[in-house]
């Protein structure tokens, strides 16, 4: 029998209320550019404590159900996830295109799912903005080190209460973001453009705008990846990064952003598959250290909120212990949430099992089940959590969303080097466009009247762009055929460090039409550049950025 959600309503709504202003602030080492106007007005709740009815709900649960509320698993279809609802009591699940393909389709199986439940489920999925995107129906922004480009905070807010706003009228009500590591090494593989940049202060401000956006929204924010996944040549999807980072480094780099999320009440933090024997020598990932995630991020850091594993599919979670263990060791750790368990049935049992046999105590399985359950009532899941179908499809991409995108796109465009005031394009010049994406730039350039040639023999200048290229940019600049050069970084502006032929150089830090679009102004002087530099490239200070 279904368990009813009213006698808890007005308690829940209650929690939703903001409890105090507390603001996000900037630790570390400031930069001019971190230190620009335009941060938020931070109306963010830290952490709410959970009300007294959560522990009475709790004490009322089976083994079975507070293990259940651990799980967040990946599901085929509608009767695949009602099977786990019945099953496993599964807490919420995440959302891939094969599942969410339109607002309308979406926003139903979403009421579906949580009208299967007796206790509501926190859906979630991984909308980072930019590179990282589940649902491609969603207003497209640039990205974070787009935004990052832009030093304004306020923007970062903007953003997340669109992507947020969308989300929600789709019955999502967790998103996977932001991100909160410090992209220190250009040869990253996973982290990149993913993130706002390099110096700790400018990301802990751009973090901090993009948290309260997402929970103005009523989306469940989740800073990630803890301890800090910025200075990595692996990629924890296919192996186990080891970060060399000194308990000294870690404190000056990776922790500040963190930090600022802890103090901006964020809703949940996700663990990183990376083994940093200055923090923990025990060769274990985070997500499996309790040194890691007890004593650094529940006892240094003082974090009160659901902690997340990142996928338990990849191969950094199952690499060292196995899928099924995994689970276990994560939850002794002290993580909260086990997203996307490659086998849930496996994984289940074991952790009921570990329960029973004492491996985890029920003290604290139940602080982990309080913890999601709070969670779930600050952002109003235990009042009416069915959506419309039809609001949902009026409300994701809409003209004023897309707005929003134009704006942070114009503001992000970084103009690097202009030897002879090559930029703008004076009219008449004739514009040969080559490298990734090079059509729909042309298409862009040729709708603001600018002469397009076939070849770069038959143009004035060669607009080139790049898209993590590395070295091979040096070459691709040569092959123009002594053309002048107008080299543009369309995803790490690390390319840039390997352009030094070109007559001219930008950053967009993102493909996407959006950014495209917006270097198509650029270009032709209808939008002046106004981007800065949010890494440190080879040569070009951080913070570098010009204009006409």
């Known amino acids: 029998m279904r368990r009813s959600r009213t006698p808890v309503a007005v308690v829940a709504a209650a929690l939703a209320l903001p409890l105090a202003a507390c603001n996000g602030g900037t630790t570390g080492t400031g930069s001019s550019m971190s230190q620009q106007t335009g941060a938020p007005t931070p109306t963010a709740t830290r952490s709410a404590e959970p009300a007294p ?13 507070k293990v259940g509320q651990l799980f967040v698993p990946t599901f085929a279809d509608r009767a695949d996830a009602e099977r786990m609802i019945r099953r496993y009591h599964v807490g919420g699940f995440i959302y891939f295109p094969g599942n969410a393909r339109d607002p309308v389709q979406t926003a139903r199986l979403s009421n579906a799912l949580q009208r299967a439940s007796e206790i509501p489920l ?70 990149g453009v993913r993130s706002f940049g390099s110096d700790p202060a400018l990301v802990s401000q751009m973090l901090g705008g993009a948290v309260q956006g997402y929970q103005d929204a009523g989306v469940a924010a989740t800073a990630k990846h803890f301890p800090g996944h910025g200075d990595t040549d692996v990629d924890s999807h296919t192996g186990l990064p080891v970060i060399r980072h000194t308990r000294q480094e870690w404190e000056r780099l990776d922790a500040p952003p963190f930090q600022a999320a802890v103090r901006q009440g964020v809703d ?51 690499q060292k212990y196995g899928a099924t263990q995994a689970a276990v060791r994560a939850v002794q750790a002290g993580a909260d949430q086990l997203l996307m368990p490659p086998n849930l049935a496996g994984a289940h049992a074991a952790v009921v099992s570990a329960v029973r046999r004492g491996a985890i105590t029920r003290q604290r399985l139940d ?17 009416d959590v069915q959506v419309d179908p039809r609001r949902a499809a ?28 090559a930029l703008p394009l004076r009219n008449g010049t004739r514009v040969h466009v080559a490298g990734p994406h090079a059509p729909q730039l042309a298409a862009a350039l040729r709708k603001r009247n600018v002469r397009i040639a076939g070849s770069p023999q038959a143009a004035d200048v060669v607009v080139l762009t790049t898209q993590d290229a590395g070295a091979a940019t040096a070459a691709r600049i040569r092959a123009m055929g002594g ?3 107008v080299a543009v970084a369309l995803g790490r502006p690390y390319d840039l460090a390997h352009a030094g032929a070109a007559t001219a150089t930008l950053a967009t830090y993102s493909s996407g039409n959006v950014s495209l679009n917006a270097l198509a102004r650029v270009l032709t002087g209808q ?12 040569g070009l200070r951080f913070g570098h950025g010009l204009t006409y």
Do not use: C
């Open 268 to 318: 949940a933090i996700m663990t990183a598959h990376i083994v940093v024997p200055g923090l923990d020598d025990s060769g274990d990932p985070a997500t499996m250290s309790r040194t890691v995630l007890t004593g650094l991020l529940r006892q240094k850091l003082g974090y009160r909120g659901v902690i997340v594993t990142d996928s338990l599919q990849m191969a950094g979670a199952r």
């Open 53 to 65: 009815w959560i522990g009475d709900f709790v004490k009322g649960m089976s083994l079975e159900q």
């Open 394 to 421: 009026q409300v994701v991409g809409s003209r004023a969303h897309q707005e929003v995108a134009r704006r942070v796109a114009e503001a992000s465009v970084t103009l690097v080097r202009n030897k002879g005031g």
């Open 122 to 191: 926190l859906l979630g999925v991984d909308e980072e903005q930019g590179l990282v995107t589940r649902l491609p129906y969603l207003t497209k922004f640039p990205g974070n080190m787009a935004l990052g480009a832009t030093a304004q905070p306020g923007l970062a807010r903007e953003a997340a209460r669109v992507t947020g706003t969308e989300l929600r009228a789709l019955g999502i009500n967790q998103n996977y973001a932001p991100v909160a590591d410090v992209n220190v090494n250009p040869a990253n593989p996973v982290i």
């Open 527 to 538: 939008t002046k550049p106004a981007g800065r530099l949010p890494v440190q490239v080879s």
């Open 483 to 485: 053309r002048p050069v």
């Open 367 to 383: 602080e982990s089940v309080t913890r999601i359950l709070a969670l779930k009532a600050r952002r109003g899941l235990f009042g």
